[in-house]
């Protein structure tokens, strides 16, 4: 994606700024009859917020020292299921030089950066999506620019620029806008603010067409969804601005023939106790960006997971680069401080072998946990690591006994066909059975989940403690395309997003899979708002009759990477064929 000036005639030959995203586009003993509500389960057993060290914006100059943060303007669009948010931000130099800085900026997992500007000589300089090749083309660079990634940040996902220059004594004015998906009830819209430095100015606007229900920082319980700005003078907020789920669970918008409609696809699960767990926890340098966050996660998991185990069932913990070694073993109440600072004191060096680490928790003479938890960013550097061995390892471990593997994935960077790989756990080429001749009893090998660490532990845990149900086909009859045309995992409770090129002001959705037989009815309301139009175009495939933004599923070859590059320049969506970058 490429930052192009607007007033080409003032370019110099100084670069402003560079942004690369690289998408990825998150009780034992008795059973639940319907989907659990886990906004509910998170307000029953207190504030669930997600585990944050570093301030969710900030601006960092070449030497590490932190530019203040003076306004912070956030305006917002809610049109459930999707959401669009700006952020208009203000940064001082107090400095008497010119500087060249990091923005880091925390985003929501999936979300999709559609506009990026920065404030020079009184007019707004505007992002351009063009494919990479292109940029460097015209920038007529002897080599590719050395570009930020979209790199994950310990919560979520966080978009990352280099800025420069940065004047002296003076304020520097950004703006990011993004949109993303309101999945339902387990994920409330957020905009992280927690842990800012105090502010001279924040402003809220926010709109919506049903009325607000305002959680998070107590600052923010009197704003309201009528698109007017509510100011706030020195101030340091305490915690993020959220808005809880409200209305129906199931609806839908459409503008034109383009329609994107929420469902709730398995209406009951089953509960999947954990009888003993493994987890493989990552602890190699590309773990280093927000290690004492990510050691947080892992104590915070292991303690929701005890709390949820009838038992003090036998815990191993093995940390592991391109070596492994086991961290703790033991019970699982018995994992505290003094585990958690070993590891840490371990510090994130050395290179990722994930494969090794599975085949080390499984080491010969030794029965492996019933249960496996990996931890990782999913930036295998060591070892083999196609979806092939991992495969081929997972069916080893299914052999051994282990019956169940999770991961969760730190940041944006895994290969998403290679992590559900891993959570197949079933017979290869035997269809993905949660329940055994779908009755009562738990198949002795099952699949898992893929969790991103937006997830918060006390949800994270909860989900490891239900069935998933894998492989679902979605179909819209009548429909010119669907997509997603497969849900890979799913359980009880989990809202979905489905777009679909259609006509009607009523859409049926039909879901087949070898545990779901459904038909989901979700009435439409016309949205003239261009949020629609955005969110569409990031799933629909190059060739659709409206503006498209992503390759069909399946092997990226040069054409495809070609027409992704194509359609995403088209729809100014960023993709990780097209950089962005000011000139």
Known sequence: MALRSNRLAGWSSAPIAVAVLALACGGPGARSESGPDLANLAAKTGVDEPIRREPPISLTAADGAELPLRVLRVRAVLDQPLAFTELELAFDNPEGRTLAGRLALAIPPGARVTRFAALRDGAWQEAEVVPRRTAIQQLALDHAPQEPQLVGAPEGERFVARVEPIAARQQTRLIVAYTQEMRGRSEPYRVPVAGLAPLRELAVALRSRSPLVMGGDPLFAGVRGDGEFYRFADVRPTGDIVVQPHGPRELGLRHDNMVVARISPIPHDHPDPVESLAILFDTSASQGLGWDTHVDRLGQVIQELGARVLEDIPLRVVAFDQGAEVAYEGPIRGFGEAELAAIRSRRALGASNLLGALRFAARGGERPARRMLVMTDGLVTAGAHTEAALVSEAERLRKLGVARLDVMVEGGAADPALMRGLTTLTQLGARPETMKAMGHELASARPGLVLRSGVTPRVAAHRMTRTVVRDVEVRVPGSGWVYPQKLESVQAGDDVLVYAEYAEDELE???????????????????????????????????????????????????????????????RIASSTTPRRWW
């Open 509 to 571: 959705v039909e879901l087949v899979g070898h545990e779901v037989a459904a038909r989901h009815g979700v009435a439409l309301t016309r949205s003239p708002s261009p949020l629609l139009q955005d969110a569409w175009a990031g799933p629909a495939p190059p060739g659709s009759s409206t503006r498209p933004a992503r390759a069909p599923a399946g092997p990226t070859t040069p054409a495809t990477s070609s027409a992704s590059a194509r359609s995403s320049s088209r729809c």
